[in-house]
């Protein structure tokens, strides 16, 4: 397996690995309109004999009161069926947080599965007094701290980019 940035020639590969790992085509659009704004994106797929197999996505979020902080959010994460269970998708969570941190993020949220993220340093996010914009539950809205105590002091509201809205 090998984890790389995505290039344009990937696109067609992205999106077919992410209408295969979700019931809907939403969060293949969602990157899709994404990739069209002017922002910054951690983009990396996985491949498996020159094959596209997964792929993740970072984009920026932003905390109420806290413009200086440099947040990202970690949707979507995508793998294809046949090959989910094999760790794939967690060597494309450790290493788009390592590209994170690379750029100079000091934070990562993710709404996700309580017992998932959690191996990759993420904790509820009400340990910090961040809200998401999203009604969620407080177990599935979590971050990771990239730069030790980045978050102290910090609380609010996280807010993710307009795309996000249909999801």
Avoid: W
């Avoid at 932003?62 to 200086?68: A, C, D, E, F, V």
């Amino acid at each position: 397996m090998r984890i790389r940035p995505e290039t344009e020639a990937d696109r067609a590969a992205v999106r077919a690995v992410n209408e295969a790992a979700f019931e809907t085509r939403t969060e293949a659009d969602l990157v899709e309109t994404l990739r069209g704004k002017d922002i910054s994106l951690v983009s990396l797929v996985a491949e498996v004999d020159g094959k596209v197999v997964g792929h993740i996505l970072f984009s920026p979020v932003s905390l109420t009161g806290r413009p200086q902080l440099t947040l990202m959010g970690l949707a979507p994460m995508a793998v294809a069926p046949d090959y989910q269970r094999k760790g794939i998708g967690s060597e494309l969570v450790r290493q788009g947080l390592t590209h994170c941190k690379d750029l100079g993020c000091c934070a990562v949220v993710v709404v996700g599965h309580p017992e998932y993220y959690p191996r990759f340093g993420f904790v509820p996010a009400g340990r910090f007094a961040l809200r998401c914009e999203y009604d969620v539950p407080a177990d599935v809205f979590m971050v990771a701290e990239l730069e030790a105590g980045a978050l102290n002091g910090a609380s609010g509201l996280v807010r993710y980019d307009d795309a996000f809205a249909g999801v």
